[in-house]
């Protein structure tokens, strides 16, 4: 399987990188830090799956640059972008988060299900304190297997 996470919190990405390795034999993960990255690596490559945290800065942030505005919806406008260029993809968000720009996960998820259709699986709600994101994102990540040709 071949991942796509598109994450800028170090922590956290490290987090599902470890966990992720544990539940699946042979996986591939590419990471990307930032909108920019995430819709060039999905442009660039075919994915099993996006991971996409929700907010994330425009720009990968660097020695030289602070990576630009931070979005709310970062992991939306990866989306927007992907079809807008007509990339083939599958998504999921995972995220610390359960509202952004006063609207909850589970709206933005039903916006993101009517963009994407069968091709959006869904959220993860990842917690520091609490790791019952793990099951969820094993669930989530059996969905994508079982769906795959």
Not at 30 to 42: L, M, N, P
Not at 44 to 49: G, L, P, R
Not at 123 to 131: G, L, Q
Request: one cysteine or more; charged letters at 30%.
């Amino acid at each position: 399987m071949k991942i796509l996470l598109v994450e800028d919190d170090e922590h956290k990405m490290n987090d599902i990188i470890t966990y992720l390795k544990t539940i699946i034999k042979d996986v591939i993960i590419d990471t990307a830090y930032s909108i920019a990255s995430g819709v060039g690596a999905a442009i660039d490559n075919q994915y099993d799956i996006i991971l996409l945290d929700m907010n994330i800065p425009n720009f990968d942030i660097t020695e030289t640059s602070d990576g630009g505005k931070s979005y709310k919806n970062g992991g939306e406008i990866i989306v927007k972008e992907l079809l807008d260029e007509d990339v083939d993809f599958r998504c999921a968000i995972v995220t610390q988060y359960e509202t952004f720009n006063n609207e909850t996960i589970d709206q933005i998820g039903q916006r993101m299900k009517e963009l994407c259709g069968d091709n959006y699986f869904g959220y993860v709600k990842y917690s520091t304190s609490d790791n019952s994101w793990k099951d969820s994102l094993k669930k989530l990540i059996e969905h994508v297997e079982n769906t795959l040709d």
